[in-house]
């Protein structure tokens, strides 16, 4: 599930395979994202790590939250719950 581009007309590669070693971080679902964006976030580290912290909040403090990943992808409380919920989550 990596989000770079392939060199061919920028298509994404079609894979089911995450990558959870990827760099990721946590941020408040409204903090406004803007240009210091980066400068925002409250955790950092792989994607594992920032799923398995949010999954582990309580239901109604998730919904707070998103992890921004590599690429400009956003990940929001129920695909985040998803992720943790696979079988090769390493979390």
Do not use: C, N
Not at 75 to 84: F, G, K, V, Y
Request: aromatic content about 4%; hydrophobic content about 45%.
């Amino acid at each position: 599930m990596t989000d770079h581009p392939s060199t061919i007309r920028a298509a994404m590669p079609h894979s089911d395979r995450i990558d959870w070693d990827d760099h990721a971080s946590i941020h408040l679902a409204d903090d406004g994202q803007g240009l210091f964006d980066g400068l925002k976030a409250l955790h950092r580290g792989t994607l594992a790590q920032m799923v398995a912290m949010v999954a582990a909040m309580p239901d109604d403090e998730r919904v707070r939250y998103v992890i921004q990943k590599a690429g400009d992808r956003r990940l929001e409380a129920a695909e985040i719950m998803a992720l943790a919920g696979r079988s090769d989550f390493p979390g």
